[in-house]
């Protein structure tokens, strides 16, 4: 056993190896740009110089003169496509802005050409020798520039409904005993994958093969198919292996649909690997948020007010936003709430989801304004947290179908020795460093959306499962099999998974931290028709057949222990009696109260969320505390983050391992996004200038001591047939603020804009 | 662009291809010595192809290639060994990283010609006889990855980390594994997968 495999406490499955690690440690795994293609041209993308205005003339004769250049694609002679819907208003795209459609340029690095050649080489030579002229305008970058536009999301962002509120904020605010106000600001991020946004198509006959990472194969399938004009069973989208995704291969970009229609005008497979610098603005990224909190509460620390506003940051075209005060506003009990999200239109590519989109620039604001509100009141900030746990949320009274909130503050606390902490700001340092402790509770809506699957069993014990759900590391492969395996009871070996593949059932995307609990629930349930369908067939008569949900393990040895009581089915007498060679079911499942239309829009790559607040009644999300230790050197400011320690519960674990590794993962992308990531905008070109992994600065090893991970036994039996909370965007929230709390700590100077850097800190 | 089953033997002079690619300044003597060889062209064009040998992992592999392909592209688009991976050809994440005479580098921004009767190792050559190198099994037993884009590159670092002595503390091996970029965030798993893996590499 390594520190890898923590082993399983109560409602946890087996610390079992990824069913992918052989196929990833030998280079087997083969992502999108892995594929063999017979003959493929090569594409390179020219993008925009400027981020408003519009292209008079390209001149392209020095770029065609380059030896093995195929054909240079501009909005003169690019394949026609059709208009294509963000997909908050029911379409699949992650941007309206169409590029290669007209002159016009909406925003800074816009695909404006492709180049196809007979080798990258030869294409990349030719786009940079591609000659644009353009009458440029005064771009909006960002908050501070004039020429932007600001209205409130509710009302333009179909997905942002309401802006929560209960009570009567102001007066009580008024009349508060103690008070707080200030404001928080979070820079653009962008996810930065490390497998490139690339896309390969290939046309057989009226058939399309998409070769691309995607978080959502049955989305893009149908997105493409949309754009093209061409009905959507003639488009597959294949990617057994996703090189990360993080939310930016959620919805569909413009490159699939451009790729797509030069591969079939040339009538030849095309490949496009983009740059890591095109990636900054040919996909989506995290937006800038600003922040105003207002906490008013009485001496004894109990909140008796609380506002919450946001403005975010999109597209001229696009009202995207992320909408966080659906989580700040019910986090804690609290009678008066009132909260406004805004958004601020630039000439900026339309941002999108980024690992936990709305939590980590909204709690950062709460949590560090919870952490502020403790040093008024003289107390513990995890005391504080206590006054202020609820068990129902306060904005429409609902309760939390489980919720460990204070449990994991514990658990934490001890493991990381918070009562060796002195509360005094500067009170703590070891030699020329100065010592701070801070820690911050994180949460994340649990989950679900209808998904399919098919199970196929053999005599033999041989199980395959088909569904198309998507491996971006989270381990879907493996707790998928786990699943398959415990619920037939055949030994985990036998069980083969096919996933990544939009020919095979459709599942949701892989967004919303849903994936394990929608997947792992349509599996469990089509396993079930086979173990109905096997006890049918040897005791017709036996009312042991309504009880085989029940009965776990149909082969002679079970991979789980059966329950006493349990007969085990003798396989090959069901399999004689059905008169089959093999067992096979197809079924469709979904959450309670998903909505009518669920299934139809399953097929057609649009997914129908259960979860979180919208739950009828009740209200669903997973928790977590996290707890850090910051050093910052007196005279050089240097800060360094030598221990993270994370405890979280999230309802049924299915596998330890994998669930460490992501609550890990997101550790340590918490600590980035407080010290680390930020990409910087020219404010007078609106062009984002660090667009390369040297100087969009991403953790690496030497940035990382200590990540303690602990993860609390919990049972919730009312948020989907498996029990499992969504983690994968649990970890990195709230880190930030638990950071720039140590670090007032530390310092006794408090940090309201992030990144913090080095020439943050005026100790 | 792939594989020739030429018999000639390579006719690619690195003198030629300084002279094409780089402009006569460099090397204008060469150049005019090279002249008075029929056999080698002189201003030669730098875009056409140009026969390189590579040797991976033990097997010479013969190509007609752009002059300007990396060792990464040859590998993956030549010679469709695609376990070596492009994650920024900027030399920045690390995740094309393999094995050239037994030195770990960016195979992005290596030219292949100048790879030319070197050995090159890359993740493919890593198992033997179905058999993972101990530190595949020790990235596997250690979850020191999620989504495995990096994985490839970051194996092959280790194995290089190891051998050259910088895996005696995690102090260290943080510090010379900090090449690799893990988006993911698997860190902590890969050291202790370096550090499971070391003794028995160091052994063997």
Same mark, same amino acid.
């Given at each position: 056993?390594?520190?890898?495999?923590?082993?399983?406490?109560?409602?946890?499955?087996?610390?079992?190896?990824?069913?992918?690690?052989?196929?990833?440690?030998?280079?087997?795994?083969?992502?999108?740009?892995?594929?063999?293609?017979?003959?493929?041209?090569?594409?390179?993308?020219? *993008?925009? +110089?400027? !981020? @408003? /205005?519009?292209?008079?003339? %390209?001149?392209? &004769?020095?770029?065609? $003169?380059?030896?093995?250049?195929?054909?240079?694609?501009?909005?003169?002679?690019?394949?026609?496509?059709?208009?294509?819907?963000?997909?908050?208003?029911?379409?699949?795209?992650?941007?309206?802005?169409?590029?290669?459609?007209?002159?016009?340029?909406?925003?800074?690095?816009?695909?404006?050409?492709?180049?196809?050649?007979?080798?990258?080489?030869?294409?990349?030579?030719?786009?940079?020798?591609?000659?644009?002229?353009?009458?440029?305008?005064?771009?909006?970058?960002?908050?501070?520039?004039?020429?932007? *536009?600001? +209205?409130? !999301? @509710? /009302?333009?962002?179909?997905? %942002?409904?309401? &802006?929560?509120?209960? $009570?009567?904020?102001?007066?009580?605010?008024?009349?508060?005993?103690?008070?707080?106000?200030?404001?928080?600001?979070?820079?653009?991020?962008?996810?930065?994958?490390?497998?490139?946004?690339?896309?390969?198509?290939?046309?057989?006959?009226?058939?399309?093969?998409?070769?691309?990472?995607?978080?959502?194969?049955?989305?893009?399938?149908?997105?493409?198919?949309?754009?093209?004009?061409?009905?959507?069973?003639?488009?597959?989208?294949?990617?057994?292996?996703?090189?990360?995704?993080?939310?930016?291969?959620?919805?569909?970009?413009?490159?699939?649909?451009?790729?797509?229609?030069?591969?079939?005008?040339?009538?030849?497979?095309?490949?496009?690997?983009?740059?890591?610098?095109?990636?900054?603005?040919?996909?989506?990224?995290?937006?800038?948020?600003?922040?105003?909190?207002?906490?008013?509460?009485?001496?004894?620390?109990?909140?008796?007010?609380?506002?919450?506003?946001?403005?975010?940051?999109?597209?001229?075209?696009?009202?995207?936003?992320?909408?966080?005060?659906?989580?700040?506003?019910?986090?804690?009990?609290?009678?008066?709430?009132?909260?406004?999200?805004?958004?601020?239109?630039?000439?900026?590519?339309?941002?999108?989801?980024?690992?936990?989109?709305?939590?980590?620039?909204?709690?950062?604001?709460?949590?560090?304004?919870?952490?502020?509100?403790?040093?008024?009141?003289?107390?513990?900030?995890?005391?504080?947290?206590?006054?202020?746990?609820?068990?129902?949320?306060?904005?429409?009274?609902?309760?939390?179908?489980?919720?460990?909130?204070?449990?994991?503050?514990?658990?934490?606390?001890?493991?990381?020795?918070?009562?060796?902490?002195?509360?005094?700001?500067?009170?703590?340092?070891?030699?020329?460093?100065?010592?701070?402790?801070?820690?911050?509770?994180?949460?994340?809506?649990?989950?679900?959306?209808?998904?399919?699957?098919?199970?196929?069993?053999?005599?033999?014990?041989?199980?395959?499962?088909?569904?198309?759900?998507?491996?971006?590391?989270?381990?879907?492969?493996?707790?998928?099999?786990?699943?398959?395996?415990?619920?037939?009871?055949?030994?985990?070996?036998?069980?083969?998974?096919?996933?990544?593949?939009?020919?095979?059932?459709?599942?949701?995307?892989?967004?919303?931290?849903?994936?394990?609990?929608?997947?792992?629930?349509?599996?469990?349930?089509?396993?079930?028709?086979?173990?109905?369908?096997?006890?049918?067939?040897?005791?017709?008569?036996?009312?042991?057949?309504?009880?085989?949900?029940?009965?776990?393990?149909?082969?002679?040895?079970?991979?789980?222990?059966?329950?006493?009581?349990?007969?085990?089915?003798?396989?090959?007498?069901?399999?004689?009696?059905?008169?089959?060679?093999?067992?096979?079911?197809?079924?469709?499942?979904?959450?309670?109260?998903?909505?009518?239309?669920?299934?139809?829009?399953?097929?057609?790559?649009?997914?129908?969320?259960?979860?979180?607040?919208?739950?009828?009644?009740?209200?669903?999300?997973?928790?977590?505390?996290?707890?850090?230790?910051?050093?910052?050197?007196?005279?050089?400011?240097?800060?360094?983050?030598?221990?993270?320690?994370?405890?979280?519960?999230?309802?049924?674990?299915?596998?330890?391992?994998?669930?460490?590794?992501?609550?890990?993962?997101?550790?340590?992308?918490?600590?980035?996004?407080?010290?680390?990531?930020?990409?910087?905008?020219?404010?007078?070109?609106?062009?984002?200038?660090?667009?390369?992994?040297?100087?969009?600065?991403?953790?690496?090893?030497?940035?990382?001591?200590?990540?303690?991970?602990?993860?609390?036994?919990?049972?919730?039996?009312?948020?989907?047939?498996?029990?499992?909370?969504?983690?994968?965007?649990?970890?990195?929230?709230?880190?930030?603020?638990?950071?720039?709390?140590?670090?007032?700590?530390?310092?006794?100077?408090?940090?309201?804009?992030?990144?913090?850097?080095?020439?943050?800190?005026?100790? | 662009?792939?594989?020739?089953?030429?018999?000639?033997?390579?006719?690619?002079?690195?003198?030629?291809?300084?002279?094409?690619?780089?402009?006569?300044?460099?090397?204008?003597?060469?150049?005019?010595?090279?002249?008075?060889?029929?056999?080698?062209?002189?201003?030669?064009?730098?875009?056409?192809?140009?026969?390189?040998?590579?040797?991976?992992?033990?097997?010479?592999?013969?190509?007609?290639?752009?002059?300007?392909?990396?060792?990464?592209?040859?590998?993956?688009?030549?010679?469709?060994?695609?376990?070596?991976?492009?994650?920024?050809?900027?030399?920045?994440?690390?995740?094309?990283?393999?094995?050239?005479?037994?030195?770990?580098?960016?195979?992005?921004?290596?030219?292949?010609?100048?790879?030319?009767?070197?050995?090159?190792?890359?993740?493919?050559?890593?198992?033997?006889?179905?058999?993972?190198?101990?530190?595949?099994?020790?990235?596997?037993?250690?979850?020191?990855?999620?989504?495995?884009?990096?994985?490839?590159?970051?194996?092959?670092?280790?194995?290089?980390?190891?051998?050259?002595?910088?895996?005696?503390?995690?102090?260290?091996?943080?510090?010379?594994?900090?090449?690799?970029?893990?988006?993911?965030?698997?860190?902590?798993?890969?050291?202790?997968?370096?550090?499971?893996?070391?003794?028995?590499?160091?052994?063997?």
């Amino acid at each position: 056993m390594t520190a890898a495999a923590l082993e399983p406490k109560a409602n946890m499955g087996q610390p079992v190896p990824r069913y992918d690690a052989a196929a990833k440690v030998t280079g087997r795994a083969t992502y999108a740009s892995d594929m063999p293609l017979d003959n493929p041209a090569y594409a390179f993308l020219v *993008t925009s +110089a400027i !981020a @408003k /205005g519009r292209i008079d003339r %390209f001149d392209l &004769d020095d770029a065609r $003169g380059v030896r093995g250049v195929i054909d240079i694609i501009t909005h003169e002679n690019a394949p026609k496509l059709k208009e294509t819907k963000l997909f908050s208003n029911g379409g699949y795209a992650g941007t309206t802005i169409q590029p290669l459609k007209s002159a016009e340029i909406a925003h800074d690095g816009q695909i404006i050409a492709v180049v196809i050649a007979e080798s990258y080489e030869a294409a990349r030579e030719a786009a940079n020798r591609v000659k644009v002229s353009y009458t440029a305008t005064a771009p909006s970058a960002s908050f501070e520039s004039p020429g932007t *536009t600001t +209205a409130a !999301a @509710k /009302g333009q962002n179909a997905q %942002f409904k309401e &802006d929560p509120e209960v $009570g009567d904020f102001a007066k009580a605010f008024d009349a508060a005993e103690v008070k707080l106000t200030a404001s928080y600001d979070t820079p653009t991020q962008h996810h930065n994958p490390m497998e490139l946004f690339t896309t390969s198509c290939v046309w057989m006959g009226d058939n399309l093969v998409i070769y691309e990472g995607s978080q959502y194969v049955y989305g893009l399938k149908n997105g493409v198919a949309e754009q093209l004009g061409i009905d959507a069973d003639k488009v597959r989208v294949v990617n057994p292996y996703v090189g990360g995704g993080f939310g930016s291969r959620g919805s569909m970009t413009p490159r699939t649909a451009i790729i797509a229609g030069i591969a079939k005008r040339l009538s030849r497979p095309v490949k496009l690997v983009p740059t890591r610098d095109q990636g900054f603005t040919i996909a989506t990224y995290r937006a800038e948020t600003r922040h105003e909190i207002k906490l008013g509460a009485s001496r004894d620390g109990k909140l008796v007010a609380l506002r919450h506003e946001g403005a975010e940051i999109s597209s001229r075209p696009d009202a995207y936003c992320v909408g966080g005060t659906k989580t700040t506003t019910r986090l804690y009990a609290c009678p008066n709430v009132e909260s406004l999200v805004s958004i601020v239109r630039a000439d900026r590519n339309t941002p999108g989801f980024m690992r936990s989109p709305p939590e980590v620039p909204y709690l950062f604001a709460l949590e560090s304004a919870m952490d502020e509100l403790a040093v008024k009141l003289n107390m513990d900030p995890v005391e504080l947290r206590r006054i202020n746990d609820t068990t129902t949320e306060p904005i429409g009274g609902k309760p939390y179908t489980s919720r460990s909130l204070m449990a994991c503050f514990d658990e934490a606390a001890k493991a990381f020795g918070w009562s060796q902490r002195t509360p005094q700001a500067r009170s703590m340092s070891d030699g020329d460093w100065l010592v701070g402790y801070g820690c911050a509770a994180t949460c994340y809506p649990t989950q679900m959306a209808p998904s399919a699957a098919r199970v196929r069993l053999q005599r033999d014990g041989r199980t395959r499962v088909e569904i198309a759900g998507h491996e971006i590391g989270t381990g879907a492969y493996t707790v998928i099999a786990q699943t398959a395996a415990e619920r037939l009871g055949v030994p985990l070996e036998k069980v083969a998974v096919f996933i990544g593949d939009s020919d095979l059932p459709p599942a949701p995307v892989a967004g919303g931290s849903n994936s394990t609990a929608s997947t792992c629930s349509v599996v469990m349930m089509v396993c079930d028709q086979i173990r109905q369908r096997l006890f049918k067939a040897v005791r017709p008569s036996d009312s042991l057949a309504d009880k085989a949900k029940e009965t776990v393990g149909i082969s002679p040895a079970p991979s789980t222990q059966a329950t006493k009581g349990d007969r085990p089915l003798d396989i090959e007498k069901a399999f004689d009696a059905l008169g089959v060679g093999v067992v096979e079911e197809y079924g469709e499942w979904k959450p309670e109260g998903a909505p009518l239309d669920s299934f139809k829009a399953l097929h057609a790559g649009q997914p129908r969320f259960v979860g979180g607040h919208q739950m009828k009644d009740k209200i669903a999300y997973a928790f977590g505390a996290e707890f850090v230790e910051v050093r910052i050197n007196r005279f050089t400011h240097e800060i360094r983050c030598p221990r993270l320690v994370g405890a979280f519960a999230a309802g049924r674990i299915m596998n330890p391992r994998t669930a460490r590794s992501q609550l890990m993962g997101g550790l340590i992308w918490g600590m980035s996004s407080a010290l680390l990531e930020a990409t910087e905008i020219d404010e007078r070109n609106a062009r984002y200038v660090n667009d390369n992994l040297a100087d969009y600065l991403v953790p690496v090893n030497a940035d990382v001591p200590g990540v303690e991970v602990i993860m609390l036994s919990e049972q919730d039996d009312h948020i989907n047939p498996v029990g499992a909370k969504g983690l994968g965007e649990l970890a990195n929230v709230g880190t930030n603020a638990a950071i720039c709390n140590a670090i007032y700590h530390a310092t006794g100077q408090r940090i309201r804009k992030l990144p913090v850097r080095l020439e943050n800190i005026e100790v | 662009m792939s594989d020739k089953s030429s018999s000639r033997t390579s006719t690619f002079d690195r003198r030629a291809f300084m002279a094409g690619a780089a402009g006569t300044a460099l090397v204008p003597m060469t150049a005019r010595a090279a002249a008075q060889d029929a056999n080698v062209p002189v201003a030669r064009d730098p875009s056409l192809p140009v026969e390189v040998t590579l040797r991976v992992n033990g097997k010479d592999k013969r190509l007609l290639i752009d002059a300007r392909t990396t060792v990464l592209d040859a590998l993956r688009e030549h010679l469709k060994l695609t376990g070596s991976k492009k994650g920024c050809d900027h030399g920045q994440c690390g995740a094309c990283t393999v094995l050239i005479d037994d030195r770990r580098v960016v195979s992005c921004l290596t030219l292949a010609l100048a790879a030319e009767g070197q050995e090159i190792t890359t993740i493919e050559g890593l198992a033997t006889d179905d058999r993972l190198h101990p530190m595949q099994q020790a990235f596997v037993d250690n979850d020191a990855f999620q989504c495995g884009y990096c994985t490839p590159g970051q194996i092959m670092s280790a194995v290089a980390c190891v051998k050259e002595g910088h895996a005696g503390s995690e102090a260290d091996i943080r510090e010379y594994m900090s090449g690799n970029i893990c988006r993911c965030a698997a860190y902590p798993n890969i050291v202790a997968a370096v550090k499971q893996a070391a003794p028995e590499i160091m052994k063997g």
